[in-house]
């Protein structure tokens, strides 16, 4: 069985485990906490991250944009980047935006504090940053609403890999009730149809332990 290496609130886990939903690809899911760095975890992954994808022939592939890359050109039938030039540029630009300027800016600084120094013990929350956090969540949530006013999907006519890889960073937060969906009604309308398709619902199934998601997390219309 082809199985996905991840952490429940991690959100390239989840970017990858919503591809591999789209693309109809079965998979067992395994538990790791990269935190605590085992041997044979590091051994599939020197980076200590994940997520990590193992085939069932026992191919390894660690990293998100590696796995993402790795399922477009094994499994080409769904396409998620987009069959023309100019779209899959503007999907991997977008993907990128949030992948790396959303996670920073934002991910890390709520998730990362909040959840995830405690989790591996790396002390307590920092104030400032969570404040920051929280403070630069609205000027991506603007921009996502001024895509959806100009397009379908974030990157054109269609579902790709940018949408995926919004509603992964924005699903963790959401986790922890920090989007503030009513000052971003087109970003709220954006994320309630991805969160709508059948490959994002089992995402949103997923609870920590100790630490329940507000009310409004599993529900479709919120």
């Given at each position: ?21 789209e ?18 975890f ?116 269609q ?8 509603a992964?960073?924005?699903?963790t ?50």
């Open positions: 069985m082809r199985t996905l290496f991840h952490h429940p609130l991690s959100p390239f886990s989840r970017k990858v485990r919503v591809a591999l939903a693309k109809r690809l079965e998979f067992a899911l395994e538990l790791e906490k990269p935190w605590e760095r085992r041997e044979v590091m051994l599939m992954n020197p980076a200590g991250e994940v997520p990590v994808l193992v085939e069932a022939d026992g191919a390894v592939i660690a990293d998100q944009n590696a796995i993402c890359e790795y399922l477009e050109d094994a499994y080409p039938t769904t396409t998620l980047l987009g069959s023309d030039v100019a779209q899959r540029v503007e999907v991997r630009r977008l993907a990128g935006w949030f992948d790396v300027k959303f996670k920073t800016e934002v991910t890390d600084l709520l998730v990362g504090e909040k959840l995830f120094k405690r989790f591996s013990g790396q002390g307590t929350p920092h104030a400032q940053s969570i404040r920051a956090g929280l403070a630069n969540i609205h000027y991506h949530l603007d921009y996502i609403g001024w895509l959806c006013d100009r397009r379908t999907w974030l990157a054109g006519d579902f790709s890999w940018a949408d995926i890889a919004a992964a960073q924005l699903s937060i959401d986790y922890l009730g920090d989007v503030p969906w009513d000052d971003h009604p087109e970003a709220k309308n954006f994320y309630a149809r991805v969160k709508s398709r059948p490959s994002f619902r089992h995402i949103l199934t997923d609870h920590q332990p100790g630490l329940p998601p507000p009310k409004h997390y599993a529900d479709l219309d919120f």
